[in-house]
């Protein structure tokens, strides 16, 4: 396919005045798009300072500073603020800028793109306030007490009517594929939130779920599995569809195999919970059920991978030059690693060794600061010239980003990885009476602090890196016009059928 939609929608040039009886002229709204990336930026920053915090506290204790920076206090705030601050806002500047240009439609409503964003900033200050004092439900993503959930759930109905409202006004016949994605983001994730989160409040500060014994233990990690699935990655692959070939100047590589990828994706996804209860006293069928479809999940996501990668043929050369391209495709190989191995996790002879093992939290960093970190990196790097109007401050600065991410990065999981396997085959060693070779848990924590001391320098790095982007993006907005008004675009009237005709491509 070519991209000939570029001539449905072209932007309005100072001083032009297109054919009122044949075109109709509109803004976007950047503005909105702008206040998401700044928040994406300020709160990586903080989550991962957190994170790099427990980090430390791991192999030197006396870094517990007190009741409330202790490592069970700071843990689940470090988990929130990097998958629902940090992820959460990277995906909502990635939809409301890709949408609208989808669509060729502005936003259905300002204020509600406003209501959005100070809402799901204000859930983000409660969760950070509340975490560290102890008030939690203790379940895994889903710890912040019930006043915060119901909050979530207005915001996200106000975000849904917003992004369906303007699904529904859009100019653009064709829905392309990474609209898709958002729409079963938006779906599940509120199927989840609201069924996990179903509770008895006793307090303004405590409740106690519905569900008893393993029953909860199978809807917690229904949406826990599932919270990954259609938070960390539908979106981000949303984002990939879009973003990618905009970078590369080229088509994705196969549109078919976007589509395949999306149903397969999505129908596979909602069954392999499970998988994490392995070995506890959840039903065998269950957890076997959650171990097939794991694996199962191997093949939309490798075809999601190899979608994403093979975009760039015929345009590899342009990594030497385009930062935002380099961080893609370090992105888009995490996403490959990550999901390749979870389904190997999954596997009950392998899920014996690695099952509460530093190997799972090699897994889950992959994943977040590999997959979703370098795609958001990517994502700014590309959008901050275009929203603020002026060349990158710095384009070796980011240059070095990249590196020091990368590498950081890699120490971590690698770090992660010899410390879970480790932890793992100690846990399971025999003597020849057949007692446990090493019945001390200390003995196994003292063989892997030195890996925990590495895990910090990786994550250091990475740190360091996000810093950079800050500075980067801080410096552009410096030198952006002090007027940013609005990008006018003309786009054909709207034909019989209600819809502009276009190829179903990736809008400009």
């Known amino acids: 396919m070519s991209d000939s939609s570029a001539a449905v929608a072209a932007p309005v040039l100072p001083g032009t005045a297109p ?17 998401f990336v700044i928040a994406t930026t300020v709160w990586g920053f903080v989550g991962m300072l957190v994170g790099a915090l427990l980090a430390l506290q791991l192999p030197f204790p006396e870094a517990n500073l007190g009741e409330y920076l202790s490592f069970g206090r700071l843990r689940p705030l470090h988990t929130n603020a990097v998958i629902f601050a940090f992820a959460g806002n990277a995906i909502f500047a990635a939809i409301y800028y890709s949408t609208q240009r989808l669509c060729k439609a502005r936003m259905f409503s300002d204020l509600m793109s406003k209501v959005h964003f100070w809402g799901w900033q204000a859930i983000i200050v409660s969760a950070a306030i509340t975490l560290p004092l102890g008030i939690t439900t203790s379940k895994e993503y889903a710890e912040l007490e019930w006043p915060i959930d119901l909050a979530i759930t207005v915001i996200w109905v106000v975000f849904a009517v917003n992004f369906f409202g303007t699904l529904y006004r859009r100019r653009e016949k064709h829905m392309y ?4 994605f958002y729409i079963a983001t938006i779906v599940t994730v509120a199927v989840l939130h609201i069924g996990n989160s179903m509770a008895l409040p006793i307090s303004l500060t405590k409740s106690y779920p519905i569900y008893k014994g393993v029953q909860d233990a199978l809807v917690q ?15 981000f692959l949303g984002l990939m569809y879009y973003f990618l070939p905009k970078a590369a100047e080229r088509p994705v590589f196969s549109y078919r195999l976007s589509i395949v990828h999306f149903w ?8 392999a919970g499970p998988h994490h209860l392995q070995y506890t006293a959840v039903p065998e069928w269950a957890a076997t059920l959650g171990m097939v479809f794991s694996v199962m999940l191997w093949m939309p996501s490798w075809g999601g ?22 961080m893609f495709v370090v992105g888009i190989t995490f996403y490959g690693m990550a999901t390749f191995e979870g389904p190997m996790l999954s596997i009950k002879t392998v899920n014996a060794l690695s099952h509460y093992t530093d190997w799972n939290i090699a897994h889950v960093h992959s994943g977040a600061l590999g997959w979703n970190g370098f795609m958001t990196f990517g994502m700014i790097y590309w959008l901050a ?8 401050w710095s384009q070796k600065l980011a240059t070095w980003h990249f590196w020091i991410g990368t590498i950081g990065i890699l120490l971590y999981v690698i ?15 025999f003597d020849d009476a057949g007692r446990l070779l090493y019945p001390d848990f200390i003995e196994t924590v003292v063989q892997i602090r030195p890996m925990y001391w590495v895990r910090l320098i990786g994550g250091t790095m990475y740190l360091v890196g996000v810093v950079f982007m800050m500075v980067n993006l801080f410096m552009t907005i410096r030198k952006a016009p002090s007027s940013l008004p609005d990008p006018a675009v003309a786009v054909p ?10 190829s179903p491509v990736l809008a400009s």
């Open 493 to 502: 009237r709207l034909g019989g059928d209600g819809h502009a005709a276009s």
């Open 221 to 235: 990690w229904w949406y826990g599995h599932n919270a990954v699935a259609f938070f960390l990655t539908t979106p």
């Open 177 to 180: 594929v990474a609209l898709w």
């Open 19 to 35: 054919d009122a009886s044949r075109f109709e002229v509109f803004t976007y709204d950047d503005r909105i798009v702008r206040q």
């Open 264 to 271: 397969s994706l999505v129908f596979i996804y909602i069954w």
């Open 305 to 326: 991978m190899i979608n994403g990668l093979f975009t760039l043929r015929g345009a590899w050369h342009k990594l030497r030059d385009s930062v935002v391209l380099k």
């Open 415 to 429: 770090a992660m990885y010899t410390s879970g396997v480790t932890q793992g085959l100690m846990w399971r060693a």
């Open 385 to 392: 010239p275009r929203l603020w109007r002026t060349p990158l």
